[in-house]
């Protein structure tokens, strides 16, 4: 009973592996660029940089955070011909493009008080900051303040990661120093255009750089999800 269990699981997992090769792609490589560099692609993509680069400008411009780097991750996805197992949609469309964008700001450790409440603050009258003084809030401002315990537990580690609305921030832990909490480098990835982007700016800074100058890093985290998608059966655009 259990050989023919892993013979069937096994059997399984390749009918997978083979739904979701190659030469299950739903349009070939030259068609996925065509359709990424389309006039349509282009402004999608366009709108999307600038909706997420505009998040990050808010962070810099109205909260206590420096902004030191930022990296864009942009890349389009061909969906499959058919798809026979493990059904999640990849064989309704052609191509599908998607954006992450990551920056990193500097900060003073010795004021993470000032830092999360100039956060928080901005948060309540600016909508592209999703943070603000609610129960969340107040209980990590009181943690940093010196005025409440640690709002993960008397146990725990430093807190070093929010999350609201999609935006992800997180920053080098103040007490808790441990080499492997830090904000990492990010990984660098090809830059094929116009299926792949891979965007880093200015390129020659890094978050060590950026950890020695100011003290600590926080990263900003945002995803634009499919800013541009072309269903099969729909007409090519041009």
């Not at 359709?35 to 999608?44: D, K, R, T």
């Not at 798809?83 to 964008?101: E, L, N, P, R, W």
């Not at 999350?163 to 103040?174: H, I």
Request: charged share 25%; with cysteine; hydrophobic share 35%.
């Amino acid at each position: 009973m259990k050989s023919t269990a892993k013979g069937g699981l096994a059997l399984l997992l390749l009918l997978t592996l083979t739904a979701c090769s190659s030469g299950n792609r739903a349009i070939s490589p030259k068609e996925a660029r065509r359709l990424a560099g389309s006039h349509q692609a282009v402004e999608a993509r366009r709108q999307a940089e600038q909706r997420l680069r505009n998040v990050v400008g808010a962070y810099a411009d109205h909260t206590r955070l420096i902004l030191g780097l930022v990296v864009v991750r942009d890349a389009c996805q061909t969906g499959l011909h058919r798809q026979a197992f493990f059904q999640d949609g990849s064989d309704t469309y052609k191509i599908k493009c998607s954006m992450h964008v990551a920056a990193y700001y500097g900060a003073d450790p010795h004021h993470m008080g000032d830092v999360i409440d100039s956060i928080l603050t901005a948060g309540e009258s600016h909508p592209q900051i999703p943070f603000a003084h609610d129960d969340t809030g107040r209980r990590l401002l009181a943690y940093y303040r010196g005025k409440g315990p640690n709002p993960n537990g008397p146990k725990a580690l430093d807190p070093s990661e929010v999350f609201a609305w999609g935006d992800a921030l997180t920053w080098d832990p103040v007490r808790d120093r441990s080499p492997e909490r830090l904000v990492e480098e990010p990984l660098a990835l090809k830059n094929e255009p116009p299926v792949q982007r891979f965007l880093r700016e200015p390129a020659s800074e890094t978050v060590l750089g950026l950890r020695k100058k100011y003290g600590m890093v926080f990263r900003l985290e945002l995803d634009s999800g499919d800013y541009y998608k072309v269903f099969k059966g729909r007409q090519n655009p041009g």
